[in-house]
């Protein structure tokens, strides 16, 4: 709410989506079998990233 009121509600809104996909995304590869070329750090670490960038922008409303 507070972010559209001050006219950046798209880009809340667009960061929480981010944000909950990269988790999803993050879910997804944690249920994934440790053998499964998919399931690597990098590819880990960099939903993680994801999903903290964009609550970092989030906060920033």
């Given at each position: 709410?507070?972010?559209?009121?001050?006219?950046?509600?798209?880009?809340?809104?667009?960061?929480?989506?981010?944000?909950?996909?990269?988790?999803?995304?993050?879910?997804?590869?944690?249920?994934?079998?440790?053998?499964?070329?998919?399931?690597?750090?990098?590819?880990?670490?960099?939903?993680?990233t994801n999903?903290?960038?964009?609550?970092?922008?989030?906060?920033?409303?």
């Amino acid at each position: 709410e507070y972010a559209s009121s001050i006219g950046q509600g798209k880009a809340a809104s667009r960061a929480v989506d981010v944000c909950l996909r990269a988790l999803e995304d993050l879910n997804c590869l944690l249920r994934k079998l440790p053998s499964d070329a998919l399931l690597s750090p990098e590819a880990m670490r960099n939903n993680i990233t994801n999903a903290l960038e964009a609550l970092e922008k989030y906060y920033q409303f």
